[in-house]
């Protein structure tokens, strides 16, 4: 299914978007690649949904990429004997182990590994960063705060702690059987949620074995700090912003993203800018202006993908949402200046034979009448630098691996086309002008550049480019071989 963009878009499932005629309505609108929140549903349930899922994917023969985001270690406060609590700004209050219910001056909080990692002066966020409280004195197992902010408090609302690294397991026990059914079932993309450094994903990688490419979601200030090291362990990567928000002063985030998606840019790893982007639209058939323009932000920035929660999950016009981005993109995508935008942000660093090929190949395609860019790969790495350059032209993925052209789902301007097993260039070559011909990027009097691996089928042997006519016959005429 040939989009008219090069963002790609990820809509989650829930509620109110996990029957056929839904889910298939948000592929058709738009969604390339679906997110199963493993946070919520049964195991049963998100079987049900991921078989649907295929059988829409083999139905309009369109590669769709699944994402399994697991729930990450949820840190919350106990019960109060009232349901809940005023807390006043000035007022003292206290956590800790004791897990009688709470009331206006102390409350349960079940996780030692906080008190074992805070210190006097330490902020702790109640409700989406609603309540702050601030550490007077603290012990093993308490923490007398001051309330600096104060609000609501009620039954086991999420508690964020910014300014330390805890002491957590990487992966709950949760987690862990999460994550093994998602890769038993054969999704494409594994989100790792509340990373901290880079052993949190390289654990989830030894578990993960190769089933699925592992994305790390950046939402802590200390994965900010060692963001080099977490990208460098991570397939993909994604800016949610919604904790980072919470953890973060607001004024923080825009120019965190802005850094985030350029680096992975650099280095070619996709990268999901996500959280809040069409909010209002979880109860509205129409956005605000300022969500319009945040999500069209996202994409004059280079990223590869953009993401709906709640607004596709359990909104009341989740196609719509969908539908809403899709022509953002498209507007955004058409204007002159996002393509100069575009370009002054290439920084790439090439250091391969590869990454030469597909420098060159966009660098011809977009100094000639090229139609379309068609890159053999195996693992995927090809098509990933040549998305990496962000050319004019559109990317055909051709690959033989049904797992490499889901994965390829989520990347910038990448469409997948499946192709058999091949040993001569030549086929490589009338596959391809075959693909760009029935995908209607091309046409026979047009030209189109292919480039390739030779010996064929190993990855990461991308050596070979060439300018070839979309005309079988002339293919023929010019090419002995």
Known sequence: MRRHRNVKIVATLGPASSDYATIRALHEAGADVFRLNMSHGTHAEIAETHRIIRLIEEELDSPIAILADLQGPKLRVGT???GEEELIQGAAFRLDLDETEGDATRVC???P???AAIEPGSNLLVNDGKIRLRVANCGTDYANCEVISGGTISNRKGVNVPDVVLPLAALSAK???DLEFACALGIDWLALSFVQRPEDVNEARILVNGRAAVLSKIEKPAAVKCFEDILAVSDGIMVARGDLGVELPVQNVPPIQKRLVRRCRAVAKPVIVATQMLESMIESPMPTRAEVSDVATAIYEGSDAIMLSAESASGNYPVEAVTTMNNVAIEVESDPIYREVIEASRRANRQTVADGIVAAAREIAETTDIKVICCYTESGTTALLTA??????PIIGMTSLRHTARRLALTW???CVMTGE???FKMAVINAARAARAQGYASESDQIIVTAGVPFNVPGTTNILRVAPCKESLIY?????
Not at 477 to 481: I, N, Y
């Open 80 to 82: 109060f004997a009232n």
């Open 109 to 111: 909080l079940p996780h």
């Open 113 to 115: 590994e906080i008190f």
């Open 175 to 177: 987690d862990r059987a």
């Open 388 to 393: 990496r350059e962000r050319p004019r032209v």
């Open 413 to 415: 301007g990448v469409n």
């Open 422 to 424: 091949l040993t001569r």
């Open 477 to 481: 005429a010019t090419d002995p071989g």
